[in-house]
């Protein structure tokens, strides 16, 4: 009897364990996001000078280097909506795929690509993009 209770317990607990981890594969997948990003610099000062007068901007710091980004999306064909609106203006940025892993944050975004997919005008796209960036600073890079 105490076999058979024990081989239950282990079925049952290592269900559940598969289905947190099974969980956890699909919520990496589900931050995937992508980054508009303008360059990298070697210091914050030359950093700010080759930030574009046009739109909102995020400046992060990793490993002694200054990333300068424009935009961020969770789907790609926004990010160049945005990208070439800046190429409009001749800046010319690159997009890089990225992992976010803040929930409330991806959320967000998630609710600002919906209308992006839906922005056709120059200062739609560019007024959605600035509330994003202006959300991730204060979600992401602020904590």
């Given at each position: 009897?105490?076999?058979?209770?024990a081989i239950?317990?282990?079925?049952?607990?290592?269900?559940?364990?598969?289905?947190q981890?099974?969980?956890?594969q699909?919520i990496?997948?589900?931050?995937?996001?992508?980054?508009?990003?303008?360059?990298?610099?070697?210091?914050?000062?030359?950093?700010?000078?080759?930030?574009?007068?046009?739109?909102?901007?995020?400046?992060?710091?990793s490993?002694?280097?200054?990333y300068?980004?424009?935009?961020?999306?969770?789907?790609?064909?926004?990010?160049?909506?945005?990208?070439n609106?800046?190429?409009?203006?001749?800046?010319?940025?690159?997009?890089?795929?990225?992992?976010?892993?803040?929930?409330?944050?991806?959320s967000?975004?998630?609710?600002?690509?919906v209308?992006?997919?839906?922005?056709?005008?120059?200062?739609?796209?560019?007024?959605?993009?600035?509330?994003?960036?202006?959300?991730?600073?204060?979600?992401?890079?602020?904590?």
């Amino acid at each position: 009897m105490g076999v058979v209770i024990a081989i239950v317990l282990g079925l049952v607990g290592g269900n559940i364990l598969y289905k947190q981890y099974e969980k956890a594969q699909n919520i990496n997948v589900d931050y995937n996001s992508y980054l508009l990003q303008l360059g990298i610099y070697d210091s914050y000062e030359e950093a700010l000078k080759k930030v574009p007068k046009i739109g909102n901007y995020a400046i992060v710091e990793s490993d002694n280097k200054y990333y300068v980004y424009l935009g961020i999306s969770t789907k790609k064909d926004n990010a160049k909506k945005v990208a070439n609106v800046f190429l409009d203006e001749d800046i010319d940025v690159a997009i890089k795929k990225t992992v976010i892993d803040n929930v409330e944050f991806m959320s967000n975004l998630e609710q600002y690509d919906v209308l992006l997919d839906n922005a056709n005008s120059k200062e739609d796209i560019m007024s959605i993009n600035e509330v994003i960036l202006s959300s991730y600073e204060e979600m992401v890079l602020d904590n």
